[in-house]
């Protein structure tokens, strides 16, 4: 991944340094090796370049979750706030929710993901880990 990100990244930050597209993959690329100082950096220069972009706020959220609750929680419902059907986000939202043991909350908002795609396999996958922690076999 760090020959990916001088050899390819540094070179298309060099030629386009406002293009927030390719701040996310950094960012991306990052969170995928479980390189969170990088990932957070490169969707924080991502929101500088767009205060609105969904995704970019998204991404700071998943780079600070592991180490900043509040920034996480921050950045995450500034996204949901701009797209209130953004996937993953609800998708962090269900988790946190199962986290708390919260699992109404969970199945609220595994509603929301539902109604923007009621195939989403990481949502059927939810619905089972409900399923099985409040021992509802059936439903598994």
């Known amino acids: ?25 950094i960012g991306d690329m990052a969170l995928d090796k479980h390189d969170y100082q990088l990932a957070g950096e490169a969707f924080q220069q991502a929101t500088k370049l767009d205060a609105e972009h ?3 706020l998204l991404g700071v959220a998943r780079a600070f979750a592991p ?5 996480a929680e921050a950045a995450l419902s500034a996204a949901l706030k701009i797209n209130p059907h953004l996937l993953d986000g609800l998708l962090m939202v269900v988790d946190a ?14 509603e929301q993901v539902e109604e923007v795609n009621s195939h989403h396999p990481k949502a059927h996958a939810y619905r089972a880990v409900l399923a099985h922690l409040q021992n509802q076999p059936d439903k598994e």
């Open 54 to 56: 969904p995704e970019a």
């Open 67 to 71: 180490s900043d609750d509040e920034k």
């Open 97 to 110: 929710h199962i986290d708390a043991e919260r699992y109404d909350d969970a199945a609220e908002t595994l």
């Open 1 to 25: 991944p760090k020959a990916v990100l001088t050899k390819v990244y540094n070179e298309l930050k060099k030629q386009e340094p406002r293009n927030v597209d390719v701040w996310l993959a």
